[in-house]
């Protein structure tokens, strides 16, 4: 193996580190999600009120 051959390799990203980085990235959607969820569901009861779960 020469010294270019091995230069590309070794700066090439390998595998398991896109697969990381895609984990990260699906981590930070979902988490995200979340909270805009749980900021959606203070914001509904901040206008309606709790009166609305308790009938």
């Known amino acids: 193996m020469n010294q270019e051959e091995l230069a590309k390799k070794l700066l090439s990203p390998s595998k398991n580190s896109r697969l990381e ?3 990260k990235g699906l ?8 909270v805009i969820i749980v900021a959606m569901i203070l914001i509904f009861v901040a206008q309606k009120g709790l ?5």
């Open 21 to 23: 980085k895609l984990g």
């Open 27 to 34: 981590t930070f959607a979902c988490l995200s999600l979340i």
């Open 51 to 55: 009166s609305t779960f308790f009938v």
